[in-house]
C-alpha cells in the first residue's frame, strides 16, 4: 500500500521559510517521478512542483525562484524548500506520485501570515 507522510509545515510571516518533508512507503521510491501538490481554502488542489527519478525540476509559475523541490533516494523522502514565502502560498501541501493517482496523505498545513 503506497503512504506519504508530510511534514514541517507552520505559520510563518511573509518572507520567511520553511521545508518540507515527505516521506513515502509502499512504493521502489527511485524509479518514480514525485511532485508536491497544495490546496488552498475554496480552491481545487493544484500542482506546485516535480522531480523526476534522474532529478530534473519542474515548478508551477508563481513558484519559480522561491520554492526548490529534491529528493533523498536513501530516505525515500522528498523535500520542498520555500524561501520568500507570501500570503498566498498558504494551503495545505500534500506529496504524491507524479502522474499517479495515489491516494494522499494527511498533509501538512503551511500558513503565511503577518
Known amino acids: 500500500q503506497v503512504q506519504f507522510a508530510e511534514s514541517g509545515g507552520g505559520l510563518v510571516q511573509p518572507g520567511g521559510s520553511l521545508r518540507l518533508s515527505c516521506t513515502a512507503s509502499?512504493?521502489?521510491?527511485?524509479?518514480?517521478?514525485m511532485a508536491w501538490f497544495r490546496q488552498a481554502p475554496g480552491k481545487q488542489r493544484e500542482l506546485v512542483a516535480s522531480?523526476?527519478?534522474?532529478?530534473?525540476?519542474n515548478y508551477v509559475d508563481s513558484v519559480k525562484g522561491r520554492f526548490t523541490i529534491s529528493r533523498d533516494n536513501a530516505k525515500n523522502t522528498v523535500l520542498l524548500q520555500m524561501n520568500n514565502l507570501k500570503p498566498e502560498d498558504t494551503a495545505v501541501y500534500y506529496c504524491?506520485?507524479?502522474?499517479?493517482?495515489?491516494?494522499w496523505g494527511q498533509g501538512t498545513q503551511v500558513t503565511v501570515s503577518s
Open positions: 509502499g512504493i521502489i521510491f527511485i524509479i518514480y517521478p
Open positions: 522531480i523526476t527519478s534522474g532529478g530534473s525540476t
Open positions: 504524491s506520485r507524479y502522474g499517479k493517482d495515489d491516494d
